[in-house]
């Protein structure tokens, strides 16, 4: 059995790290949110999701980042204490949600999509189902709801301190990319941010994903491009690659079910 997970890990992470030509022709989408942000939940809930059931939905990679404007104390190498915009429900929401996206498949994505089908639903579940007022109790309720078949292996993760290492990491990426995060949410295209693009994604994600170059040649992109302008601006911030990160969390999921 130990021999097989880490022959997943090993997989896993040429996986995640490669870049195929499939991937290749995908935008890449990354977003910095955090769990009880009513303007995350209403960009991903009504934009993005929608998005990614959509014809759209091969042409994106995805990176969600839910650690938003948290602050990390590391008081050793296992005991972390974090500090979190709504709290520490949204600290404990943030925890479920880094779980999810690496022990949900292992962190694979769907066939033929750059994210996991299960998992950006279970986000969107849960993120719907909350609010900025929300308790741990409540969201530990949700996450009962929207993943019935994980929601043990979710809340043990969660209430595990690999969920603070996770979020540790998240963590890391997001001070990486803007220390501190700027806005919530943040929404990064094709490793470019900027911050004009970022806030009209918040009300039309559609028409600005289907405004960049790698896209407008789409054939389901073109009646929408038909009577808007392109959404972009010169306002630009590179941001790290995540896939080394990313890799990173899975090898230390695949360690956590190998205990349970």
Do not use: W
Not at 211 to 219: A, E, M, N, Q, Y
């Amino acid at each position: 059995m130990f021999g097989f997970y880490v022959f997943v890990t090993v997989v896993q992470v040429l996986t995640l790290s490669g870049v195929t030509n499939a991937q290749s022709e995908r935008l890449n989408v990354t977003v910095y949110y955090e769990t009880l942000c009513p303007f995350a939940k209403k960009f991903i809930v009504e934009q993005l999701h929608p998005l990614l059931h959509s014809d759209l939905s091969p042409y994106i990679e995805l990176e969600l980042i839910p650690y938003g404007k948290a602050k990390t104390e590391k008081k050793n190498d296992t005991h972390f204490e974090f500090t979190c915009h709504h709290k520490a429900a949204e600290c404990y929401g943030n925890k479920i949600q880094a779980c999810a996206l690496v022990l949900i498949d292992l962190g694979a994505k769907t066939e033929n999509l750059g994210f996991n089908r299960e998992t950006v639903d279970f986000i969107a579940c849960l993120m719907k189902d909350l609010t900025q007022n929300s308790t741990i109790d409540e969201i530990k309720i949700a996450t009962e709801k929207c993943s019935p078949s994980k929601k043990d292996t979710i809340l043990s993760c969660a209430d595990d301190k690999l969920g603070s290492q996770y979020l540790d990491h998240l963590g890391k990426l997001t001070d990486h990319f803007q220390n501190p995060l700027r806005n919530v949410p943040t929404i990064v295209l094709d490793g470019v941010f900027r911050k004009k693009q970022s806030d009209l994604s918040e009300k039309d994600f559609r028409t600005v994903f289907c405004s960049k170059p790698k896209t407008k040649v789409l054939t389901e992109c073109q009646k929408v491009l038909e009577t808007v302008e392109d959404a972009s601006d010169s306002a630009i911030q590179p941001i790290p690659n995540l896939s080394l990160g990313l890799a990173t969390l899975l090898s230390i999921g695949l360690r956590f079910l190998y205990r349970h």
